[in-house]
Structures are given as C-alpha cells and as structure tokens.
T-cell receptor
C-alpha cells in the first residue's frame, strides 16, 4: 500500500466554524507533513511530525493546529480561518531523514 | 534570491521531441534532490530522486551538478501525457524540510 489518503476532498467553512482535516498512511513512514498550496504556486511547508512529535512549525498562525494521534494518522484542526486561508491542503509522508515524500490527494478548502 | 528556482515556462514541445530544464538551489549544504510532476488540480507525484551520479528512469534522466548548484530533468520522446508542471524539490541540511521550486510547465503538442 503506497497511498496517502486525505478526507474530506472538499471543504467549505465559515470564518467562525471549527473543522478538521484528516490524513492517513500505511507505508510505515515515520515522518508526516502538512503543506498549503495556492493556485499556480508550489506547496509551502506548514508542519512536520517526526516519530509522532512536532519537529517543524513554519511560523503557522495558531488558527491551524496539527495533531498526530499515532504513526499512521495526522490531523489539522481549523478554527477561525480567514478567506485568504482558502487553498489546497496537502498531507505527505516519508521515511525519516532526507527521503522523498509521498503526497495525498489534498483537501480543497474554501473559507467564506 | 529564492532558495530553489525554476524557469516557469511554458516549454512548448512537439510530440516525440526532447526537452530539458534546470532547477537551481542556493543552499550548498542541500542533501537530497527530487523531481515531482503535478497535474492541474492534483497532488504532486514523486517522479524520481536525483543522485550524484545522475540517474535514468525510462524516458526521464535526472542530473545533479553540485559545483554549479543545479539539477536537471530531461524527457526524451515526449508524449502528450507528459504535459504537466514539473517541480524540483531540495532537502536541506535540516533533514525533513523539503523546499520546492516554483515549477516548470511543459506542454507537449501533437
């Protein structure tokens, strides 16, 4: 199984809503990532989890809150988002270290 | 200067032709290098890692030039299905942090 899955595929939320994005991988990877991608731009790293611990936070606003319940799951909790947060949110996983990362299909988020 | 830079293109390529493009990186301590392919409104897909000695996967050849700090991707016998945006990605000395270039758009035409 070489797949990273993400749910939901699409999400529309208001600025006062609380929602969560979910990501799962069963490749035995110990590093998991959240990226944000705007149209016609490359993915921008948000968070890195290594062995279920947060190792990198790229100065992401606190309205985004990551969680890694176990080695296969990664969540991104969203609260009080702004319209400019609308983007494709990508989860990825990799073996530990400088290894290639495998991306999920993403959640396309629209904030109204 | 951006950490990782690419010519945005588009590279308009006749079907069957060869196309090559580069990606420059600024951090000389960068450890590993990758090419990804991204189709419109889809996720990036890992195309190939780039090794110091250069490597080939079918019609795709990747090269690394550490002295000049760039990597390259060459596509031979281009197919219509090769039309996509090609993203280079560089993993710095910090290990897990992958920095992407802005992407090079390739359009293969009949």
């Amino acid at each position: 199984d070489t797949e990273v899955t993400q749910t939901p595929k699409h999400l529309v939320m208001g600025m006062t809503n609380k929602k969560s994005l979910k990501c799962e991988q069963h490749m035995g990877h110990r590093a998991m990532y959240w990226y944000k991608q705007k149209a016609k731009k490359p993915p921008e790293l948000m968070f890195v989890y290594s062995y279920e611990k947060l190792s990198i936070n790229e100065s992401v606003p606190s309205r985004f809150s990551p969680e890694c319940p176990n080695s296969s799951l990664l969540n991104l909790h969203l609260h009080a988002l702004q319209p400019e947060d609308s983007a494709l949110y990508l989860c990825a996983s990799s073996q530990e270290g400088a290894a290639g990362q495998f991306f999920g299909p993403g959640t396309r988020l629209t904030v109204l | 200067r951006k950490e990782v830079e690419q010519d945005p293109g588009p590279f308009n390529v006749p079907e069957g032709a060869t196309v090559a493009f580069n990606c420059t990186y600024s951090n000389s301590a960068s450890q590993s290098f990758f090419w990804y392919r991204q189709d419109c409104r889809k996720e990036p897909k890992l195309l190939m890692s780039v090794y110091s000695s250069g490597n080939e996967d079918g019609r795709f050849t990747a090269q690394l030039n550490r002295a000049s700090q760039y990597i390259s991707l060459l596509i031979r016998d281009s197919k219509l299905s090769d039309s996509a945006t090609y993203l280079c990605a560089v993993n710095g000395a910090a290990g897990n942090k992958l920095t992407f270039g802005g992407g090079t758009r390739v359009l293969v035409k009949p």
